[in-house]
């Protein structure tokens, strides 16, 4: 796997038998917040602060892929999710199942095993943001 810098934006070439595969770093951090969207708002990312981007983010100023580190290694894509959780909300249960769900997503539409895919806890929130510093990882093919 190689990587590429076109015009800031960084690519991720995957060789296949068919030809390369040019995959953007946006494109990965779309996978994870439609991975994230499937907990119906029981998950939610932020930043590593525990900032949930507001408003403006919705209308284009800032994705939600700058709350994530996506970075290529030799070994692979390493990932880091930044997130709060509704109160109540298992955090044992739904990091387990959040590492796993990007794991197998990213390795299924991009063909890219990830190295290591870790969930970090920033908060918990109800009516305001307890901060928390909670992280979860899933390295290799595990």
Do not use: C, W
């Amino acid at each position: 796997m190689e990587k590429i810098s076109l015009g800031g934006t960084m690519l991720f070439t995957v060789e296949t038998d068919l030809g390369n595969i040019m995959v953007s770093k946006a494109a990965v951090g779309k996978i994870i917040t439609e991975v994230v969207e499937g907990f119906d708002g029981k998950v939610i990312i932020s930043n590593n602060k525990g900032k949930v981007p507001g408003f403006v983010s919705k209308i284009g100023g800032m994705d939600d892929s700058n709350a994530m580190e996506i970075n290529q290694t030799e070994q692979g894509l390493d990932i880091r999710v930044y997130v709060v959780l509704r109160f109540g909300t298992s955090i044992a249960q739904v990091t387990n199942k959040l590492v796993n769900q990007i794991h197998e997503n990213i390795k299924e539409m991009t063909g890219m095993e990830p190295n290591s895919v870790a969930v970090v806890v920033t908060g918990m929130i109800s009516k305001k943001i307890a901060p928390r510093h909670i992280e979860v990882t899933r390295n290799g093919a595990e």
